[in-house]
C-alpha cells in the first residue's frame, strides 16, 4: 500500500463549479499537510499547508485534514480556467525532512 | 512565498555525455535542498537530500555514482547526471528549504527537462 493514495483524474468541471480534490494516507503520523498546485511544465507551487486536523481558507481554497479518517481535501470554490492545472498532496511526519507525495489530480477547468 | 530558481530550464544531450543542473535560492539560505524526477503522469520521486557542507543522503535505488549532488554553499546545489543514457530522460525538479528562515515547507524551483538522445 503507498503511504499517500490520491485519484489522478483526470477532472473535468465548468467555470464557477467547486471542485473537491481528496487525498488518504495509511501513515498516522502524518501531521503536516500541504497543497501543491503544478503547471504543465514547471516546478510545484505551494497552495496550503495545515499542521493537523481542521480547516484552513485561504480565499477560494479550503483545506480540509480529517486525521480520524486519514483523509484529506482541497476545495476550490467558483473555479476559473486558470486553475487548470495538477494538484498534488503531500504530507510530512513532524520536522522530519521527508515528504510524501501524492500522484496528483489533473483538472481542467472548462470556460 | 521564497523563490528558487533552476539553470538550465531544458537540456538535450547525448548519450554518454555528463549534464549538470543548477538549482538556487534566490532570497533566502536554503540549509536543506532536495531533488526529485518525475515522470510523465506521476508523483514526485526524491532522489536526495543535501544538505549544505556535507555529503547527499541518496534515496534507495539512486545511485549515487550516476546523480552526483553538491551543495556547496547555502544557496545553490548541483546536480550531474554523469554518462546520460536514454533511459535518464525526465524532468528532474529540485526543492529548497530554511527552517531557521520560517519557511518550513519546501519551494520548488521550475524544473529542467533533460532529454537524452
Known amino acids: 500500500q503507498k503511504e499517500v493514495e490520491q485519484d489522478p483524474g483526470p477532472l473535468s468541471v465548468p467555470e464557477g463549479a467547486i471542485v473537491s480534490l481528496n487525498c488518504t494516507y495509511s501513515?498516522?503520523?502524518?501531521?503536516?499537510f500541504m497543497w501543491y498546485r503544478q503547471y504543465s511544465r514547471k516546478g510545484p507551487e505551494l497552495l496550503m499547508y495545515t499542521y493537523s486536523s481542521g480547516n484552513k481558507e485561504d480565499g477560494r481554497f479550503t483545506a480540509q485534514v480529517d486525521k480520524s479518517s486519514k483523509y484529506i481535501s482541497l476545495f476550490i470554490r467558483d473555479s476559473q480556467p486558470s486553475d487548470s492545472a495538477t494538484y498534488l498532496c503531500a504530507m510530512r511526519v513532524g520536522t522530519g525532512n521527508q515528504f510524501y507525495f501524492g500522484t496528483g489530480t489533473s483538472l481542467t477547468v472548462i470556460p | 512565498g521564497a523563490v528558487v530558481s533552476q539553470h538550465p530550464s531544458r537540456v538535450i544531450c547525448k548519450s554518454g555525455t555528463s549534464v549538470k543542473i543548477e538549482c538556487r535560492s534566490l532570497d533566502f539560505q536554503a540549509t536543506t535542498m532536495f531533488w526529485y524526477r518525475q515522470f510523465p503522469k506521476k508523483s514526485l520521486m526524491l532522489m536526495a537530500t543535501s544538505n549544505e557542507g556535507s555529503k547527499a543522503t541518496y534515496e534507495q535505488g539512486v545511485e549515487k555514482d550516476k546523480f552526483l549532488i553538491n551543495h556547496a554553499s547555502l544557496t545553490l546545489s548541483t546536480l550531474t547526471v554523469t554518462s546520460a543514457h536514454p533511459e535518464d530522460s525526465s524532468f528532474y525538479i529540485c526543492?529548497?528549504?530554511?527552517?531557521?528562515?520560517?519557511?518550513?515547507?519546501?519551494?520548488f524551483g521550475p524544473g529542467t527537462r533533460l532529454t537524452v538522445l
Open positions: 526543492s529548497a528549504r530554511d527552517p531557521a528562515g520560517g519557511y518550513n515547507e519546501q519551494f
Open positions: 501513515n498516522s503520523a502524518f501531521q503536516y
